[in-house]
């Protein structure tokens, strides 16, 4: 640990000492024994009302419902995906704009951003759903919820990007400006590379809360991951096992776009330390 490190974890937390690290190896002993607990009276929950019987089980490794969830696994990618190849972008261009001395821009794009920020992307989606239409405007269900994920990410990722232009260090615009770069060429040239290098571990966590996002696909219809799963209980009339293997499913994606944003995360840690 770096002595720049060490000082700043010192200021926010005191060092323990040898009763207070055994305090906090107490507490997680107890804390795993808790949760030891608790899982096992679930499954001792689940076995009791015959959920965990083998053949409640195995019907999802038949082919047709393995397909059946496949597909709406890509639907949820889908939705994903387009979500943030058009809201991080947007995001940028809001940070931007917030950023702007022109004064006009700057209020536009903050008042976009905390009410964005600040409203339920749920209570958006119902928007789409339920209010545009008494007034004539309609989408597809697809763009129903794509929409609202892009309204939302939009302005939390904006944030994340004026923190990344913000963080850059201030002797980069001076660096900028010293070989005549000009404000416009230094923030496109010399200071959003680095900002988005900063950002980037950030941007793929945003992912994560954007494939959550995603879930809300069943409200309109959408053909995602979620929605199959509750299409597929109408089938099998198993509630419990299904959601069980959703919910892994999720879990499996959003655990490899963490790993990836630690990484990334990690290597960019060990560069600057270099």
């Known amino acids: ?11 926010l937390f005191d060092t323990p000492g040898p009763r ?6 107490l507490l997680s002993i107890l804390s795993v024994l808790a949760i030891a607990a608790m899982l096992a009276a679930g499954l001792w929950q689940f076995a009791s009302n015959g959920q965990l019987d083998p053949n ?7 082919a047709d419902y393995l397909a059946f969830l496949g597909t709406g696994l890509l639907g949820t990618l889908q939705v994903t995906a387009i979500a943030a190849v058009v809201a991080f972008p947007f ?6 704009g917030r950023l702007s001395r022109l004064r006009p ?8 951003i905390e009410f964005f920020r600040g409203i339920p992307m749920l209570l958006v989606v119902y928007g789409f759903l339920l209010a545009l239409p008494a007034y004539g405007i309609t989408f597809p269900r697809f763009w129903m919820l ?17 923190a990344g232009i913000k963080a850059v260090d201030r002797g980069q615009h001076e660096a900028a ?4 770069l000009s404000p416009r060429d230094a ?25 959550k996002d995603s879930t809300l696909g069943y409200v309109v219809s959408v053909n995602e991951l979620q929605f199959q799963g509750k299409n597929m209980v109408s089938i099998t009339r198993y509630l419990v096992q299904t959601y069980l293997v959703v919910s892994v499913i999720y879990i499996v994606i959003n655990f490899l776009l963490t790993r990836v944003a630690l990484a990334l995360d990690a290597r960019m840690k060990g560069r600057a330390a270099g």
């Open 20 to 25: 207070g690290r055994r305090r906090i190896l």
């Open 91 to 96: 995001g940028l261009l809001l940070a931007l």
């Open 1 to 11: 640990m770096s002595a720049k490190t060490a000082s700043a974890t010192q200021v």
């Open 177 to 180: 400006a010293a070989i005549g």
């Open 105 to 112: 821009l700057s209020w536009i794009s903050t008042v976009w």
């Open 56 to 62: 409640k089980w195995v019907v999802y490794l038949r």
């Open 146 to 162: 794509v929409f609202p994920m892009i309204l939302v990410s939009s302005a939390t990722t904006a944030e994340v990007f004026r």
């Open 187 to 211: 923030l496109f040239s010399v200071i959003l590379p680095q900002a988005v290098r900063l950002v980037l571990p950030s941007l793929i966590l945003a992912l994560v809360t954007l494939l």
